[in-house]
């Protein structure tokens, strides 16, 4: 007689970590750089980028992660992880929450004892990312062109160990932040960061700017472009 067991799907058979690592993920690239954004920066950091996004910012210096990539188990991603000897690793894009796996990855990395950040658009719901996770979430400002996109309801699920960035192309942009970041209090949620567009807004006019409206935000630039340009991959 077969066994019930014989008509079991294989991942009903596997233990929840083992089935997790049998999940695939479209990835462009993963690559061991310095972090060059957030309260993180200049940490040796793995980065995950994972592939496709259903934004198109007119300031995005990853559209090359739009489409292609290669799938690869979970498994296949933690090995390249685990070449690189850091604690800090990166999941972003791209959009990676627009890949329903990339929760299964997260949960795997923060199990293994990694400490993870994930870069996120702010347009998809981050309510089940691993709690573990710290969530840095762009706010979409007029000068992106896919303000219309945000979803404000994120605000809800963040807590101090994420952060809210705000990417600025201009003086019009920066009045809208500020406007937000008043009327919404988003400075009492998490740590918010301000960042010049590369190329479009002079970080020294952005750090005069925040210093005589004395805003609660961090002025971040992108050392990774500092240091490297916009080489892919740094």
């Known amino acids: 007689m077969r066994r019930k067991a014989d008509n079991t799907a294989l991942a009903d058979r596997l233990t929840p970590d083992a089935s997790r690592l049998t999940a695939t993920l479209r990835v462009t690239e993963i690559f061991f750089s310095l972090q060059g954004e957030t309260s993180r920066t200049g940490l040796p950091t793995v980065f995950i980028r994972l592939t496709g996004c259903p934004l198109r910012c007119g300031y995005c210096d990853t559209a090359y992660a739009f489409h292609g990539g290669t799938t690869m188990p979970i498994a296949a991603v933690l090995d390249a992880t685990a070449e690189y000897r850091t604690r800090y690793v990166t999941v972003t894009g791209g959009e990676p929450l627009a890949q329903k796996n990339c929760h299964a990855l997260m949960t795997a990395l923060c199990e293994r004892g990694y400490s993870v950040s994930l870069e996120t658009s702010g347009a998809i ?109 740094r």
Request: charge should be negative; aromatic fraction near 8%; proline fraction near 5%.
């Open 125 to 233: 719901d981050v309510s089940e990312v691993d709690a573990r996770v710290s969530r840095i979430l762009d706010i979409k400002t007029p000068g992106s062109g896919e303000v219309s996109k945000n979803m404000w309801g994120n605000l809800a699920h963040l807590n101090a160990r994420d952060e809210l960035k705000f990417v600025l192309c201009g003086e019009a942009d920066y009045l809208w932040a500020k406007e937000q970041l008043d009327q919404r209090a988003l400075a009492a949620i998490c740590p918010v960061l301000f960042s010049p567009a590369y190329r479009d807004l002079d970080a020294g006019l952005l750090a005069d700017w925040i210093l005589r409206d004395q805003l609660p935000v961090r002025l971040q630039t992108q050392l990774h472009k500092q240091l490297w340009g916009e080489e892919p991959g």
